[in-house]
């Protein structure tokens, strides 16, 4: 069925459609990923499984590949990941003239230099917005996660250097107890459904459909969550799908070693929440990186904030006249500025 209301706020709400089925126009079938249920994972206990395992993907990788490339940030998923490549190896790290990846550029240009990969910044500009957003969203049949064009660009970028399969490390965060700020609160049922929101289509759409359902399967007693089942189910799926829906615009193959593995004992909240996300892969970071000290999170960094700190906002009429553009971020700017540019393209 279409419902173009619903699609609108369910991306504005959660930067993907929630609901299969759904779409904004016959002929749009929005894809979504499902990754695989941890059944068909390999369970691990300890960093040096980690460790052993990985080695284990990358020794049957290379049997297939020649060439196999990687996105690498400053943080240390990607970083323990880049250990397993053999030296020569293309490295991409995503870069502004902003400055805005300054640190991250400047930790990637050190896990180069010790693994020696070939290092290759990718500047991503607003030119490259407009170029690559219109590619990834017609292969979605919906608008996209801001970081699917820059991954559509380094994908393409890859290809050219003859890479023939890239690595990410993208499921780090959901297996292995990241995203902890999410995580370790305990959120009342409301809470969450506020935090969990990106941007609230009642605030910039004038048709918003409420969301409410997606959350309440999740939903504890009279006002508690259960979140970890809410991630595993609900934040996999919009994240592993930007990486999903990019690479495959591009026809690029690309592999998530992480993906593969789960924990085997539950996860210790009370380590998390004494500041020790992730700690298993972490530990692996101290035996790859002996010399350097662990890093906290870094996402992958977007310029958004820079590239939109201007853009005056939507004009169709599909949003509201009275956006508080002001008190946007810039990742909230790309939503409003990305479904216009897919509405546009839409109704073209």
């Given at each position: ?29 929005h894809k979504n990923y499902r990754p695989a249920d941890d059944s068909q994972r ?200 930007s990486y999903l829906n990019a690479f495959g615009a591009a026809w690029m193959p ?95």
């Amino acid at each position: 069925m279409t419902d173009k209301d619903f699609c609108l706020s369910s991306y504005i709400a959660f930067r993907y459609i929630w609901r299969d089925g759904v779409d904004f126009a016959e002929g749009f079938q929005h894809k979504n990923y499902r990754p695989a249920d941890d059944s068909q994972r390999i369970a691990v206990t300890t960093s040096a499984d980690i460790d052993h395992e990985i080695q284990r993907q990358f020794d049957a990788l290379y049997e297939k590949y020649d060439s196999i490339g990687i996105l690498l940030s400053g943080g240390m998923d990607s970083a323990n990941l880049a250990a397993y490549l053999k030296p020569g190896s293309h490295a991409y790290t995503f870069n502004s003239t902003s400055g805005v990846f300054d640190a991250d550029v400047q930790r990637a240009r050190t896990y180069c230099a010790k693994w020696q990969l070939r290092h290759h910044l990718i500047d991503i500009t607003m030119d490259d917005y407009e170029r690559y957003t219109p590619i990834v969203m017609r292969h979605k049949f919906a608008p996209v996660h801001s970081i699917e064009p820059q991954i559509y660009k380094a994908a393409e970028l890859a290809k050219a250097d003859g890479v023939q399969l890239m690595i990410v490390g993208e499921s780090a965060d959901l297996i292995f107890g990241g995203m902890d700020k999410l995580i370790s609160p305990c959120w009342t049922f409301d809470a969450f459904v506020k935090r969990y929101t990106f941007l609230d289509p009642g605030l910039v759409l004038t048709h918003p459909v409420s969301q409410a359902e997606l959350f309440e399967p999740y939903r504890i007693g009279a006002d508690g969550i259960d979140v970890s089942r809410f991630m595993d189910d609900v934040f996999a799926i919009e994240s592993s799908g930007s990486y999903l829906n990019a690479f495959g615009a591009a026809w690029m193959p690309y592999y998530d070693p992480y993906a593969r593995l789960v924990m085997a004992e539950p996860l210790d909240m009370e380590r998390v929440r004494g500041g020790e996300p992730k700690y298993l892969v972490r530990g692996l970071y101290a035996i790859k990186y002996p010399e350097l000290e662990i890093p906290f999170k870094i996402p992958m960094p977007r310029p958004v904030d820079a590239v939109f700190a201007n853009w005056q906002g939507p004009q169709r009429p599909e949003f509201r006249s009275d956006i508080p553009m002001h008190d946007l971020t810039g990742n909230q700017k790309w939503q409003l500025w990305c479904a216009e540019r897919f509405l546009d393209m839409l109704h073209a």
